[in-house]
Nanobody, 116 residues
């Protein structure tokens, strides 16, 4: 079955960095674009970034452009989200997502807290 497992979250000071990972299994990972979303307390889940199936194309929410970079390692079936210059407003649970044959799959999420 499709599984997405995020890791790498934690507590970081403003201006710091974290790298999130999303380990994928149960499907042909190299055939699908992968997306990152986040959900802050009391807010709706929002799009953060996406990487194309062949890793040649990426797109970002305006709020993270220039600070976050997403990539993928096809051999490891893993997608990454490098987050630099983190701000308190980046505090959220971060999820990876894939859509396969119109069905949406989510990971369990990883908490990122940016605070001094």
């Amino acid at each position: 079955q499709v599984q997405l497992v995020e890791s790498g979250g934690g507590l970081v000071q403003p201006g710091g960095s974290l790298r999130l990972s999303c380990a994928a299994s149960g499907f042909t990972v190299s055939s699908y674009a992968m997306k990152w979303y986040r959900q802050a307390p009391g807010k709706e889940r929002e799009f953060v970034a996406t990487v194309s199936s062949d890793a040649t194309g990426t797109n970002y929410a305006d709020s993270v452009k220039g600070r976050f970079t997403t990539s993928r390692d096809t051999g490891k079936k893993t997608v990454y989200l490098q987050m630099n210059d983190l701000k308190p407003e980046d505090t959220a649970v971060y999820y990876c997502r894939v859509v396969i044959r119109f069905k949406i799959y989510w990971g369990q999420g990883t908490q990122v807290t940016v605070s001094s």
